[in-house]
């Protein structure tokens, strides 16, 4: 029922997405990427937290909020997005249904802005989704499957990504030491669970729910959408 009324509510509000700053202040944000090591975890038992899934992430799961900027994405899987509950935020360009949130993405270098309406940055959407958990106010971030790296011939966990290109890795490498330089910075805390050469340390899924687990955690997923989403009083 919850979902029902949210899918309701959100089909007609759909420019509610610049009231969505600071709307989970302190609460853990789980980002997914498609990174390999992605395999590594037992990723259902995020299903209770409020989760940021990137591009065909959705194959492993169903995230709160699905995201996505290129449109070539959205006519390769646009069937698929029929079947799934998470929310779906994407570039304004891609979504010529018309029918999800979206943003717009400045051809800038990867900053921090107070409307989530707006993004900055080019080249790599796992960047892009940690402006967006930063907008909202999470804290900590959990990085998984963010790898920018391959393994063998795999670039994604479900096997090889046919739009990676030459370039793909170097603009996640790009991507990935910008979050780390806001971790760096202590403007919040990132807990490394992927695989990749940029943080020093890589948790266990199990580790970094257990780091987190007393901070607004268990309460469901549909009651994290009901916060973000209902109309306030």
Request: glycine residues 6%; hydrophobic residues 35%; contains cysteine.
């Amino acid at each position: 029922m919850i979902r029902k009324r949210l899918r309701h509510t959100c089909s007609k509000n759909k420019k509610t997405v610049s009231n969505w700053t600071g709307t989970l202040k302190d609460i853990p944000c789980f980002l997914v990427g498609c990174g390999p090591s992605l395999d590594d975890n037992p990723i259902h038992k995020i299903d209770e937290f409020f989760s940021i899934g990137i591009n065909s992430s959705y194959k492993r799961f169903d995230p709160t909020i699905l995201m996505w900027q290129d449109v070539e994405f959205w006519y390769q899987v646009k069937r698929d997005l029929k079947n799934i509950h998470a929310l779906k935020y994407c570039r304004d360009i891609s979504d010529p249904s018309g029918t999800h949130y979206h943003f717009k993405l400045m051809n800038n270098d990867f900053k921090h802005t107070k409307n989530p309406m707006v993004l900055n940055g080019r080249g790599n959407t796992g960047a892009l989704a940690f402006e967006l958990a930063y907008n909202l106010g999470c804290n900590p971030i959990i990085l998984l499957g963010f790898d920018c790296r391959y393994r063998g011939r795999k670039t994604d966990f479900f096997g090889t990504n046919t739009f990676h290109k030459s370039y793909t890795l170097k603009l996640c490498t790009n991507g990935l030491q910008w979050i780390k330089h806001n971790d760096d910075q202590k403007r919040l805390s990132v807990i490394n669970c992927s695989d990749n050469f940029i943080f020093e340390n890589r948790f266990s899924l199990d580790e970094a729910i257990e780091m987190v687990k007393d901070k607004h955690t268990f309460r469901g997923r549909d009651m994290f959408l009901s916060e973000m989403f209902s109309p306030k009083k």
